[in-house]
């Protein structure tokens, strides 16, 4: 007679024998647990924050002492917002100008990365710690000499000058983060296109860009990001029908007397979808990107 | 990155030196040389009005609206720019440094010594001589014995009430000494229910309200060059200060904007503002007869007969040198001095007018509040002495910062202004 065992009493044999966590573990397990909420609790408050006062009516926004929880909701913030078309004006301004500035810095930044990475010459290494310092400027000390220059050229107040004053502040990291991904690409690589007859040229475009995207992307994101939250050079350097979306919330909602925050804060919160989209969007490429060249094989 | 030794810093360090001194040099210098010098007819019809009302939601169509009156009457063209108001003084200093802004600008009354530094202020003397404007009025737009600004409007930061809670605390009349003051504050404190008696800054960013309380226990803040900080009357002030922080008569972190939110809840009896705070509380407030309630109120004297002290406030038009220089100090002048139309701006943002018959006209006669306001706390308002200096700001904060440690219990009220003083002396430049 043969017994052939039911799949429940497989499973019943195969269930894996309960063992009784050790105490210290589970008082590990906890803390960590407790730090996540904490450190979560901490993030997303201003955010809960943002969008609660958005929410509510004004009347409301103000009272004494502050409630955590609504008791009245108006969507007549966002229906303002909706109804400026200045405001939209300014995010088409910021969309151009991140866009452009992000796509110069890629472009540039590769270039001068891929130099510093593959190619040996005299003075390299102090190129390098020249880009390097020129982070290291006060943004005030910039702004002054940007706004001279910009003055003397001719270009101030035009896309140009807030392009080209973003791009200057982007670039060292930018350089900085893709030559540590270019470093990462094996020379051999290189040397076999060479082999094959790529010219240094197509070797770069075809073999090192291609294999180092993720760091383009994350480079690209970075100085976009950087252009799109600027606030003082917007302010400074572009004429009011050509300033960026901080400049144009400052404008709109804060003045001498009274901020108008539950306007502010819709906004706000809508200015920042895009960039929460996009990071959402490239995520996989920007997680690649900012930790390739970390470690060296 | 390949690991730096010690030549490398060097390098690195050399480099940014190089790099920090060609910056520099590109850098405009402090008389505004480097770049674009105003230039052009100063007799042109064509000249800017840059203000920050032009931008903000309660004023720009009053203020718009004079400038398309001026500009249609006397067939000129006027170019508006604007500034928000926290990056306002940056913005027009540079510019106007830079050569890139001429014309008539409004200003701060706080303002106006940093920009009269710049050296490219035209004096207004003879157009404020026809305006008929006010003796205060006329001080605000004052420097260096010149006539820099036409006053636009003139106000002063004083004490506001709400006569609602002062009656539940049976407090029949507003105090007019400290001492009274004092024991109105005890009796709302009875009240209970969250209420805030004097909603008082407490915050650094806005404890230069503490200067007035200095004046008026008889420190003079600033004699000649002297900084009079640290003396016997500034230090009995910050004492009594104090005494209301830990009798819990005036509340911790508050600053203008909390003593609004306050005051328009119903839960201050007394906090200090600007004359515009009327619009801005009821805007805040779920009580819509609040307006109704709120009464300004001279400061409380030491005692019986002495001078109430406020802080100055107000807008002036400055005109700076260039294009169309002229026709922008024409264009000042009416817009602070024609009498239908400061008449007209005060009805539209409630505004108090600089000149006699503009405080006169009926439209700004019939408003109790503002005529109240005038007569109790502007006519004795004073500029805060230490305006004169273009590192005004950094001095009342290092004032601001050392009450605020007198206030937590970290220094006593004499070391910490000393410690104020000292720092005060280095600003003044």
């Known amino acids: 007679m043969t017994v052939t065992a039911t799949p429940s009493r497989t499973a019943a044999l195969v269930r894996p024998v309960r063992t009784r966590r050790r105490p210290d573990v589970v008082r590990s397990r906890v803390a960590a647990w407790v730090a996540v909420g904490v450190i979560g609790l901490f993030g997303l408050a201003p955010i809960y924050w943002l969008l609660v006062t958005a929410f509510t ?4 926004a103000f009272s004494f002492p502050p409630s ?77 000499t940007l706004y001279a220059l910009f003055s003397a050229t001719g270009l101030l107040g035009a896309y140009t000058a807030l392009i080209l004053s973003f791009t200057t502040f982007t670039l060292p990291l930018c350089v900085w983060m893709l030559k540590g991904i270019f470093d990462t690409v094996p020379s051999s690589l290189m040397e076999a296109a060479a082999i094959d007859g790529a010219s240094r040229w197509r070797t770069l475009h075809q073999v090192a ?40 919330l400052v404008h709109t909602y804060l003045g001498e007397f009274q901020t108008a925050w539950p306007d502010l804060m819709a906004a706000s919160f809508v200015v920042s979808l895009p960039v929460i989209a996009a990071f959402m969007f490239l995520q996989r490429y920007l997680v690649g990107g900012l930790t390739a060249g970390a470690v060296k094989g | 990155m390949p690991p730096m030794n010690r030549r490398d810093v060097l390098r690195l360090l050399g480099l940014s030196t190089l790099g920090v001194t060609a910056l520099s040099a590109c850098a405009p210098d402090a008389t505004g040389g480097g770049t674009a010098r105003p230039s052009g007819d100063a007799a042109a019809k064509t000249f800017g009005f840059t203000s920050w009302s032009l931008n903000e939601e309660a004023q720009k169509a009053a203020v718009q609206a004079i400038v398309d009156a001026y500009a249609s009457a006397r067939k000129v063209t006027i170019n508006t720019a604007s500034f928000p108001y926290n990056e306002y003084l940056n913005q027009v200093t540079l510019k106007i440094r830079g050569g890139r802004l001429s014309g008539a600008v409004q200003l701060d009354v706080a303002w106006l010594a940093a920009l009269a530094s710049l050296g ?24 260096g014995g010149k006539q820099l600004g036409l006053p636009w409007t003139t106000g002063s930061i004083g004490l506001i009430a709400n006569t609602e809670i002062l009656e539940k605390a049976g407090v029949s009349e507003l105090p007019g000494t400290i001492e009274e003051f004092e024991a109105a504050l005890n009796k709302v404190a009875k009240l209970g229910d969250g209420v805030v008696p004097y909603a008082a800054a407490t915050k650094a960013a806005q404890l230069k309200d503490i200067l007035p309380w200095m004046k008026t226990f008889g420190s003079p803040l600033l004699d000649g060059d002297q900084i009079t900080v640290g003396d016997d009357a500034s230090v009995a002030a910050v004492e009594w200060y104090k005494k209301l922080y830990d009798a819990k008569l005036i509340a911790p972190d508050v600053d203008r904007f909390d003593a609004r939110a306050l005051f328009a ?25 609040l307006t109704e309630k709120m009464k ?23 005109v700076v040198e260039g294009e169309g ?38 439209k700004v006669a019939g408003d109790a509040f503002t005529t109240e306001w005038t007569e109790k ?15 005004y700001a950094q001095i009342e904060t290092a004032i601001a910062e050392q009450v605020q440690a007198v206030l937590v219990g970290q220094a006593s009220a004499k070391d910490a202004l000393a410690k104020a003083a000292e720092t005060a002396k280095g600003l003044q430049k």
């Open chain 1, 57 to 60: 009516p004004d009347e409301k």
């Open chain 1, 68 to 144: 955590l929880i609504p008791t009245e909701i108006t969507l007549e913030h966002f229906v303002n917002l909706a109804k400026n078309e200045k405001l939209f004006g300014y995010l088409v301004n910021s969309v151009v100008v991140s866009l452009i500035t992000a796509v110069l810095s890629v472009i540039v930044s590769a270039y001068m990365a891929y130099a510093f990475s593959k190619f040996r010459y005299r003075g390299r290494t102090s190129l390098m710690h020249l880009v390097l310092a020129s982070q290291m400027f006060p943004q005030a000390l910039l702004l002054i």
């Open chain 1, 209 to 248: 860009l291609p294999l180092s995207a993720p760091g383009l992307v994350a480079a690209g994101l970075f100085a976009f990001v950087r252009a799109w939250n600027d606030f003082i050079f917007a302010l400074t350097l572009a004429d009011p029908e050509r300033q960026t979306l901080p400049p144009g």
């Open chain 2, 120 to 143: 490219k202020l035209r004096d207004l003397s003879a157009h404020a001589a026809q305006g008929g404007y006010t003796e205060v009025g006329l001080s605000s737009g004052q420097f």
């Open chain 2, 265 to 289: 809840q119903g839960k201050a009896a007394f906090y200090d503002d600007a004359i515009i705070a009327r619009g801005v509380v009821a805007g805040q407030s779920p009580d819509k007869s």
């Open chain 2, 296 to 318: 300004p109120l001279a400061r409380p004297v030491l005692s019986a007969g002495g001078t109430p002290q406020a802080l100055l406030w107000g807008h002036v038009i400055v």
């Open chain 2, 325 to 362: 220089a002229d026709a922008a100090a024409d264009f000042a002048k009416f817009a602070t001095s024609d009498t239908a139309t400061v008449a007209g701006f005060f009805e539209k943002v409630k505004l108090p007018p600089t000149t006699t018959a503009g405080l006169g006209d009926p």
């Open chain 2, 377 to 391: 706390i502007t006519k004795t308002a004073a500029p805060n002495p230490f305006w004169r200096y273009a590192g």
